[in-house]
Nanobody, 116 residues
Framework: QVNLVESGGGLVQAGGSLRLSCAAS????????LGWFRQAPGKEREFVAS????????YYADSVKGRFTISRDNAKNTVYLQMNSLKPEDTAVYYC?????????WGQGTQVTVSS
């Protein structure tokens, strides 16, 4: 059974940084992509960033490009989201998800709150 566990969320002031982690277990992920999504109160869930496990190729939403960096550690089966220059509008629950064609497995989420 695939299991995803996010960590690293918290409260930070605007302009600060956080690093989220997503530890994946349950099978090999060499053919998958892993994505970060977020959902703010009253809003729909939105894509943040993704990375292909094999090549490490990243992809970002325009809203975070240049501020967030996604990376992975294959040995630890862990994907990271380094978030810099955080803004209040980045406040949301952040989820990681993994899959091949679609994101089939999701974590429980970690809260990120950015104060102004």
């Amino acid at each position: 059974q695939v299991n995803l566990v996010e960590s690293g969320g918290g409260l930070v002031q605007a302009g600060g940084s956080l690093r989220l982690s997503c530890a994946a277990s349950g099978r090999t992920f060499s053919r998958d992509k892993l994505g970060w999504f977020r959902q703010a109160p009253g809003k729909e869930r939105e894509f943040v960033a993704s990375i292909t496990w094999s090549s490490g190729s990243p992809y970002y939403a325009d809203s975070v490009k240049g501020r967030f960096t996604i990376s992975r550690d294959n040995a630890k089966n862990t994907v990271y989201l380094q978030m810099n220059s955080l803004k209040p509008e980045d406040t949301a629950v952040y989820y990681c998800a993994v899959g091949y064609y679609t994101y089939d497995y999701w974590g429980q989420g970690t809260q990120v709150t950015v104060s102004s």
